[in-house]
């Protein structure tokens, strides 16, 4: 289901149903994503790269903490991207991303 190029640029990397089911989506295809509903205003969704800045490592969400950890080095990144604990120095790459029908979708 994943990778349907709209109109619109957006693709759709998952379900709604998923996301909320799990805290979060994450996909290698068609690029890599991480989606999480915004803390701060839980209607709208945050998606970023989830491929640390340090070293490349994969970061994971961490719900309890509302932060995306790197398992390499202990880099923490808040949910929009930015750095909130080094070694890495810059953001997560952010994509924009919404809700569309039952389907999470990200434009690239
Ligand atoms: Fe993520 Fe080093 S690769 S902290």
Same mark, same amino acid.
């Given at each position: 289901?994943?990778?349907?190029?709209?109109?619109?640029?957006?693709?759709? *990397?998952?379900? =709604?149903?998923?996301?909320?089911?799990?805290?979060?989506?994450?996909?290698?295809?068609?690029? /890599?994503?991480? *989606?999480?509903?915004? /803390?701060?205003? /839980?209607?709208?969704?945050?998606?970023?790269? /989830?491929?640390?800045? $340090?070293?490349?490592?994969?970061?994971?969400?961490?719900?309890?903490?509302?932060?995306?950890?790197?398992?390499? $080095?202990?880099?923490?990144?808040?949910?929009?991207?930015?750095?909130?604990?080094?070694?890495?120095?810059?953001?997560?790459?952010?994509?924009?991303?919404?809700?569309?029908?039952?389907? =999470? =979708? =990200?434009?690239?």
């Amino acid at each position: 289901q994943g990778g349907q190029k709209s109109a619109s640029g957006m693709q759709t *990397v998952g379900k =709604v149903a998923e996301l909320d089911q799990k805290g979060f989506l994450q996909t290698e295809s068609p690029a /890599p994503i991480a *989606v999480v509903r915004n /803390p701060a205003d /839980p209607k709208s969704l945050l998606a970023v790269n /989830p491929t640390c800045t $340090h070293q490349g490592c994969l970061v994971a969400w961490k719900a309890e903490r509302k932060a995306f950890e790197c398992p390499c $080095h202990g880099s923490a990144f808040a949910p929009d991207g930015s750095v909130q604990k080094g070694p890495a120095t810059a953001a997560l790459a952010k994509y924009e991303a919404s809700i569309d029908g039952e389907n =999470v =979708v =990200v434009k690239l």
